[in-house]
């Protein structure tokens, strides 16, 4: 098959384009930057912070709102408020999901004592409301880059159904073949099972729908040679994943020098390339243990199922990390591989 990026591969669909964030770079022009909302679970597993910062260093991407979901919803955005302020991208607002309870966040430690008024952008009480007005008034349809719980999303799509026509989904959710770790069998995924009637209500909205489902994110990791440069990066953005893992309340469980799964980090790579997956095309129906299920009955989603390119896509991520500047392109870290044909299947 041939190495197509994202954008590209969307051809027939509404967010096709005359050349891709890479070529455009290459060329040296100027890029049209992708528009991305977040809607992210952050302040539970530590992969969540690794996916925004880097959506925020990606020279494709333009994020133009942060919505935070799951559990204590406030205390996520001002997980993200100190996080922006950090990175100096007090520009984006943030909007606060529907919160679920008052548990403590995951990264309590690193988030401190943080208040909303130490931070001086745009905080919206009505996240949802504030993800339906993003999508909306934009000129062009938008992705929505969703790594958690899809809560926020279902009710979005409730309250107005329009927004299903101007955006499309790139979400790490579900296990179409393989589990967690490598396993060679279907799970439930967290993302999904955790809100299993979110998950089927955006799935059956007429959206696209891309998922980075655990077949291709349940064993990302950056081993010791990788994650230490990661971690001497003198980068803001390094910095903060950095000391946010080291002061992540399941830290103790991870190697030294190494990180955790880093799950997110597939489905931020998808809103902008695809060429180091390997993607097909399966109608997913989901089942009440919250299993992902190919089906007949089911609704077309294009599913990330493996890599064509692992080293690429990990050389990105570290550089995206810790290269100083602007971060190089994909392009830039493909192997000199044969081409792997994949049949699309409907």
């Not at 690794?50 to 935070?68: D, N, Q």
């Not at 979400?171 to 069998?185: C, E, I, L, T």
């Amino acid at each position: 098959m041939q190495c197509l990026s994202l954008l590209s591969c969307l051809c027939m669909h509404c967010f096709a384009a005359e050349s891709t964030p890479q070529d455009a770079i290459n060329r040296g022009d100027s890029i049209k930057r992708i528009p991305v909302i977040l809607d992210t679970d952050i302040g539970d597993d530590i992969d969540d912070t690794w996916a925004l910062a880097m959506l925020l260093r990606r020279p494709e991407v333009e994020v133009k709102l942060i919505v935070t979901a799951r559990e204590d919803t406030v205390a996520k955005a001002r997980l993200v408020a100190k996080m922006l302020t950090r990175l100096d991208r007090t520009d984006i607002p943030i909007g606060i999901g529907i919160k679920q309870s008052d548990n403590l966040v995951n990264q309590a430690k690193w988030l401190g004592d943080f208040d909303f008024k130490e931070y001086s952008g745009k905080v919206i009480q009505d996240g949802v409301q504030a993800l339906i007005d993003c999508v909306m008034k934009q000129d062009a349809p938008i992705t929505i880059c969703a790594i958690g719980p899809q809560t926020n999303l279902a009710e979005a799509v409730s309250r107005e159904p329009a927004i299903a026509a101007h955006a499309r989904i790139v979400a790490m959710a579900g296990s179409v073949f393989m589990g967690y770790n490598g396993n060679s069998s279907r799970m439930a995924e967290v993302n999904i099972m955790l809100d299993i009637p979110a998950a089927r209500k955006v799935l059956a909205a007429p959206w696209e729908i891309i998922y980075a489902p655990l077949d291709v994110c349940g064993d990302i990791v950056l081993h010791e040679a990788q994650y230490t440069k990661v971690m001497e990066s003198s980068l803001p953005a390094a910095k903060v994943v950095v000391e946010n893992y080291d002061l992540w309340s399941n830290r103790d469980k991870f190697p030294d020098k190494g990180t955790s799964t880093l799950y997110d980090t597939s489905a931020a790579y998808l809103v902008f390339d695809e060429s180091c997956c390997r993607i097909e095309t399966h109608n997913i129906t989901i089942d009440d243990a919250g299993y992902t299920i190919p089906s007949a009955e089911g609704h077309p989603v294009r599913c990330a199922l493996g890599w064509k390119d692992r080293e690429a896509f990990e050389q990105m991520l570290v550089d995206t990390f810790a290269a100083p500047g602007t971060p190089a392109p994909v392009e830039t870290f493909r192997t000199a591989k044969p081409a792997i044909s994949i049949q699309e299947k409907p």
